[in-house]
C-alpha cells in the first residue's frame, strides 16, 4: 500500500473559481462571498466555493421548474431509466475522480471513498432507474349504487409533485446526493441540491457529468452555500418537496418550516444514538471485528452506525477487554495512506464537538479519548464505560468515533434501556439464538435492525427512522409515495 497521488484532473477541478450549476452551466455571481474548502488532514484551503444569495436560490429553483413543466415532464419513463443508467456509467467512469474529491474535502479514508461512497452511488443510481417504469396506479371497483343503468370505474394515478430542494449532509455527499437525484429523476422530478458547504464538489462534478448523460439543462441544479442557502430554498414557492439528511435539530427545524409554508412536502432522515445488543451466546472473538468495522467506518460519523453497545454481563468484561485491544491496534493516519483504518473527523466545527464530548468522558474512558497532537482533525477511536442510563454521554449523539458500553442482565432491562432514546433510527442484535432475536424484534423501537452486522444498506430495503430520527423513507420502492402525488380518477359511464 502506499500514498495516493492526486490525479491531474482533480487537482484542476479544485483550482477552480467555483460557481453553482444551473441549468446546465455553471454561474458565477461576483458579489456573493466564498467559502474555503479545508482538508481536514492537512487543515488547508484545497478549493473555494460560493455562498448563495437569494436571487441565486431563486435563479436554481425556476431552472428546475422550467426544466420540470417544458423538459423532464416528456421524457418517458423508459428514457428517464436509461439516462440514469447512463450517469452510472460515467459515474464508475470517473471514480477515482470523486473518490479522491470526497477523500479531500471530507477526510474519508481513499478505500472507502472507492469502494463505498463511489461504487455504491452507482449501485443506488441503477436502482433508483430500474424503478422509474415501475411507478403505478391502481383500478378500484367503486359500490356507488346504479339508479339508471349507469356504471363506474375508478383509477389512481401518480403524478410527480414537482421540484424537489436535496439537502446534503458532509459524511457522504455523493452517495446521499445521488439518494435524492435518483430519487427525483426517477419520479418525473426535478432537483436543486444543496450540499454541504465542506463537501461541495463531488455533487458539483456529478451535476456536470449528468449533462454528458444526456440529462436535460435544469433537470439537476446545484447550489452552494451555509445554512441561509438551504432556507432559501425551503421558503421558495416553486419547492414542492424537501428531502433532507442530517441533524436533529436541524430537520425539526426544517419540518416546522415546511408545514408553515402551506404543508410543504418532507422527507426527513435524521440523527440516532443507535444499539448494538451482544447477548450472552455469541462468541466475542468471531463478532467483534465486523462490529469494530461498522462502528467506527469513517470515524464513525454515519447516522446509521453505533453509539451505544449494550453487553449481556456475562460477556461484559471479556468484550471490553478484547474491544480496548482492537481500538489500540487501529492504524491512525492520512486517508490518503492506503494502509491507514482510521483517518481525521471531517471538519473543524465537528471537531470541536468531539473534542467536547471526549473532555465531557474523561474520568470515564477505557481506551482512546485523546487528541492527536498533529495537523488535522485528528482524535483517538475511544470506548467509555456508563453506569447511568441518564448520563449525557448515552443519550446525546456525538456523530463520531466515542461509544458508551453497558452491562445488561436480562431481556427486558435490555429493551428497557435500549428504547430509552428520544431517536430510533437503526439498532442490532448479535445473536445465533435466533428464536430469541425474533422476539426482541418487535419490541424496539428503530426504522431498521440488523442482526449480526450493523450500518450495512442496501437499495432494496427501505431505510429511515421513527421517533424523533426522521419522517418517511428512502430506497426500495418506498421513496415513490414521498415523490409523488397520488390521484383519484372517478368515471361513471
Not at 485528528?378 to 448520563?391: A, C, R, Y
Not at 428497557?416 to 419490541?443: C, E, T, Y
Amino acid at each position: 500500500m502506499s500514498t495516493v497521488q492526486i490525479l491531474e484532473n482533480v487537482q484542476n477541478f479544485m483550482n477552480r473559481s467555483h460557481g453553482h450549476f444551473i441549468h446546465g452551466k455553471t454561474v458565477q455571481n461576483t458579489h456573493e462571498s466564498r467559502i474555503n474548502i479545508i482538508n481536514p488532514a492537512t487543515e488547508q484551503r484545497v478549493a473555494t466555493i460560493a455562498d448563495a444569495d437569494q436571487a441565486t436560490v431563486d435563479q436554481a429553483v425556476k431552472s428546475a421548474h422550467d426544466a420540470f413543466v417544458n423538459a423532464w415532464a416528456s421524457v418517458s419513463p423508459y428514457e428517464r431509466s436509461l439516462k440514469l443508467n447512463k450517469l452510472a456509467d460515467l459515474v464508475e467512469q470517473h471514480s477515482e475522480e470523486l473518490a479522491q474529491l470526497e477523500t479531500l474535502t471530507s477526510g474519508k479514508l481513499i478505500m472507502i471513498s472507492r469502494h463505498l461512497e463511489v461504487a455504491q452511488t452507482v449501485i443506488f443510481l441503477r436502482h433508483f432507474a430500474s424503478c422509474a417504469t415501475k411507478i403505478h396506479g391502481q383500478t378500484i371497483q367503486p359500490s356507488l349504487p346504479s339508479m339508471q343503468g349507469e356504471k363506474y370505474t375508478a383509477v389512481t394515478l401518480r403524478q410527480p409533485v414537482g421540484v424537489v430542494a436535496g439537502i446534503i449532509p458532509w459524511n457522504f455527499s455523493l452517495m446521499i446526493g445521488a439518494w435524492k437525484i435518483g430519487s427525483a429523476l426517477t419520479t418525473g422530478c426535478t432537483i436543486v441540491v444543496k450540499p454541504s458547504e465542506f463537501t461541495s464538489l463531488s455533487l458539483l462534478r456529478l451535476a456536470e457529468l449528468a449533462l454528458k448523460a444526456g440529462i436535460p439543462a435544469g433537470v439537476i441544479n446545484v447550489v452552494t452555500g451555509t445554512g441561509k442557502t438551504g432556507q432559501y430554498l425551503i421558503d421558495s414557492p416553486l419547492v414542492k418537496k424537501i428531502s433532507f439528511t442530517g441533524s436533529v435539530p436541524t430537520g425539526i427545524s426544517i419540518g416546522k418550516q415546511a408545514m408553515h409554508n402551506d404543508l410543504k412536502r418532507v422527507s426527513l432522515e435524521l440523527g440516532g444514538k443507535n444499539a448494538a445488543a451482544i447477548l450472552p451466546d455469541v462468541s466475542i472473538d468471531e463478532i467483534l471485528p465486523l462490529l469494530i468495522q461498522s462502528t467506527f467506518v469513517h470515524q464513525g460519523q454515519v447516522c446509521a452506525a453505533p453509539e451505544r453497545f449494550f453487553v449481556h454481563q456475562s460477556k461484559y468484561d471479556e468484550f471490553v477487554e478484547k474491544a480496548a485491544q482492537i481500538l489500540k491496534q487501529l492504524k491512525i493516519g492520512s486517508p490518503l495512506d492506503e494502509s491507514v483504518v482510521f483517518g481525521p473527523l471531517s471538519n473543524q466545527p465537528h471537531f470541536e464537538k468531539v473534542k467536547h464530548y471526549l473532555k465531557m468522558a474523561q474520568d470515564q474512558i477505557i481506551t482512546g479519548g485523546h487528541v492527536i497532537d498533529t495537523q488535522g482533525y485528528f482524535v483517538e477511536p475511544t470506548l467509555v464505560k456508563v453506569e447511568n442510563i441518564e448520563d449525557p454521554l448515552f443519550i446525546e449523539e456525538t456523530f463520531g468515533p466515542i461509544v458508551t458500553v453497558i452491562p445488561f442482565e436480562n431481556e427486558v432491562e435490555l429493551i428497557s434501556m435500549m428504547n430509552h432514546s428520544r431517536f430510533g433510527l437503526s439498532a442490532s442484535i448479535w445473536s445465533n439464538d435466533l428464536s430469541k432475536v425474533f422476539r426482541l424484534i418487535p419490541q424496539i423501537e428503530a426504522g431498521s435492525i440488523w442482526v449480526n452486522m450493523h450500518t450495512f444498506l442496501d437499495p432494496a430495503v427501505p431505510f429511515g427512522g421513527v421517533k424523533a430520527s426522521g419522517v418517511g423513507r428512502e430506497f426500495s420502492d418506498a421513496f415513490i409515495d414521498d415523490y409523488t402525488e397520488l390521484k383519484s380518477v372517478m368515471i361513471r359511464y
